[in-house]
């Protein structure tokens, strides 16, 4: 059983185009993650939700926008894509703070 | 602001070996944790170690907290080649803002 899954593992567009990310865990946990990694695999927070609710909203340009349709799920839809948006973006569930569980990762490049 | 900053970078090893981490932070903290990351996929949580506990033992892993240092390190005994991956450290903030901060992370490699 997945505990946390994200769609589509791999996603290469080109500049200017929209996309989606989707999210999704099966653990019943409260508070749902996005974060990116960069090609040095730094990690960094982007958006936290706990209950459907915003909670962590790091300094990320406004074309990313995560939505979250219920406990359950967490999107990431990214308008107008950059060269510099290409990078590994890893879903992650927890209950609070305690240990996150990962999804596999989507890869997105942008050329 | 990024916490967590691992100590060495990469570290090469032979089967059977230890393999020794360190990690700083900070800012007080309510619990550290590591992961681990193998090529390609998503973090896995390892172990975690609350503020007020020093030593905490997991299998083959363990890992010590040093809140006056601000420090944790992560042994792995006897080493696999599948222990072969990139190790994370991450910190719970005290400040109750209900997130991780990661660091660096390390990249381990163990040679058959």
């Known amino acids: 059983d997945t505990a946390v899954s994200q769609t589509p593992k791999y996603l290469v567009t080109q500049m200017g185009n929209d996309k989606s990310i989707k999210c999704e865990q099966n653990?019943?946990?409260?508070?749902m993650y996005w974060y990116k990694q960069d090609s040095k695999k730094f990690l960094k927070i982007m958006f936290s939700?706990?209950?459907?609710?915003?909670?962590i909203n790091e300094t990320v340009p406004n074309r990313f926008s995560p939505k979250s349709p219920d406990k359950a799920h967490l999107n990431l839809h990214i308008n107008s894509l950059e060269l510099g948006d290409s990078a590994v973006y890893f879903c992650?569930?927890?209950?609070?703070?305690?240990?996150?569980?990962f999804g596999p990762g989507t890869r997105l490049t942008v050329t | 602001s990024q916490q967590g900053e691992e100590d060495p970078q990469a570290l090469s090893i032979q089967e059977g070996e230890n393999a020794t981490m360190n990690c700083s932070y900070k800012?007080?903290?309510?619990?550290l944790q590591w992961y681990r990351q193998n090529s390609g996929r998503g973090l896995v949580h390892l172990i975690l170690i609350r503020s007020n506990e020093r030593e905490k033992h997991s299998g083959r892993l363990r890992v010590t907290l040093d809140t006056s240092k601000k420090s944790s390190s992560l042994l792995i005994t006897a080493s696999r080649a599948a222990d072969t991956a990139s190790y994370f450290c991450?910190?719970?903030?005290?400040?109750?803002?209900?997130?991780?901060?990661f660091g660096k992370g390390n990249q381990v490699v163990v040679i058959p």
């Open positions: 992650a569930s927890s209950n609070r703070a305690y240990e996150q569980y």
């Open positions: 991450a910190t719970d903030s005290s400040y109750g803002n209900n997130r991780l901060a």
């Open positions: 653990l019943g946990h409260d508070t």
């Open positions: 800012t007080s903290i309510n619990n």
């Open positions: 939700y706990n209950n459907k609710e915003l909670i």
